[in-house]
């Protein structure tokens, strides 16, 4: 891997703007909303900590509106429940970045940093973010655990560490070992997947749950 610069040092990526199109939409969002984070969003939780969760971007009136990764949007509910019940969270409810809850063991960050229209990013864009992805999880400890929420995450995730996309596919579950941990697939949490029933609750929780068990090993 490559080795990382001053400039892709974690928590400093609030004041990026590499990607002119992601920049100059972010400019309008804020302008329309004023009080809302409109930058890219840091991740949240401990930088060492062994279990790293990566999503695709910020949501419009979720992330991007409170500056902290899933809260505020759908998906954030079935997340941070699941994350509060096998224990990698304070609390099953995320509403704001001074709602007291702490991550326990546990990261959560994104593929793409900052909202792209329609919520779709396009491929130089994932391609430009993937530094700071790179940075992330260069700091994660050995025997760490990735869990990459859809395609785009898994993707971004085996750009990050160097490795062949076409050694590892994507599939709900899958497991794929890493250099130094393991990366496990899962569809991502969005309302799109949770109402049309391609993700369960439970499907979601046996993730976490084999995380946990799978953490707890000596």
Known sequence: ???????FTPGTERNCRRCPRLASFLDAVKCEHPDYF????PAFGDARARLCIVGLAPGMHGAN????????DFAGILLYQTLHKYGFASKAESVSVNDGLKLKN????????CL??????VGIEINTCNDWLQA????????????ALGGIAHKAVLRALDHKQSAHRFGHGNEHALENGLLIDSYHCSRYNTNTRRL??????QIFARARDLLAKP
């Open 65 to 72: 509106a409170s500056g902290r990764p899933f809260t505020g």
């Open 136 to 147: 992330e999880l260069a700091a994660l400890p050995k025997d760490h655990i990735i869990v």
């Open 200 to 205: 369960t609750a439970k499907m979601f929780e």
């Open 106 to 113: 546990c990261r959560i960050t994104n593929a793409v940093k």
């Open 38 to 41: 409109a930058r890219p969003v």
């Open 1 to 7: 891997m490559a080795k990382k610069t001053p400039e």
């Open 116 to 121: 792209p229209p329609q919520n779709k990013p």
